[in-house]
């Protein structure tokens, strides 16, 4: 029974986060792929297509949808990679690091706001037993 509720409980809290994330996405006119790759991007700089599929856990052609789409809004583009002239590095412009920098800022408020319910010493605890998950 504890095991049931514990998974109940984590999807709902996920949910609840996707939720908020898309809420803030939203008036930016930027799908949570998207917003996933551009953040990507902005952490480990350019990349070829293949290692930003990686990055995002889906399949090549998924990624190529979704650059396809940042680089027709002008938040990302393609060059030839210097090693290599016949592959593509992506890389951001300087409006998809700033587009980047404001969903950062966006959905940092509203986790803020939903971990808030949280004392500053649940959040601790919360954040040391989620890392021992994380791999």
């Not at 949910?15 to 790759?37: E, F, N, V, W, Y």
């Not at 990349?47 to 680089?71: C, F, K, N, W, Y």
């Not at 319910?117 to 954040?127: I, P």
């Amino acid at each position: 029974m504890a095991d049931e509720m514990l998974v109940d409980t984590f999807w709902a809290v996920a949910r609840q986060l996707r939720a908020l994330s898309r809420d803030a996405l939203a008036p930016l006119g930027i799908s949570p792929s998207q917003s996933r790759a551009l953040a990507i991007l902005r952490r480990h700089g350019p990349m070829r297509l293949g290692s930003l599929s990686e990055h995002l856990r889906i399949a090549p052609r998924s990624a190529t949808e979704v650059v396809d789409a940042l680089q027709r809004l002008g938040l990302l583009v393609r060059d030839a990679d210097p090693q290599d002239r016949r592959a593509t590095v992506v890389s951001l412009t300087a409006e998809g690091q700033a587009l980047s920098a404001k969903i950062k800022h966006a959905q940092r408020s509203q986790a803020k706001e939903f971990f808030n319910a949280l004392s500053e010493d649940e959040q601790r605890r919360l954040v040391e037993t989620l890392g021992k998950l994380v791999r």
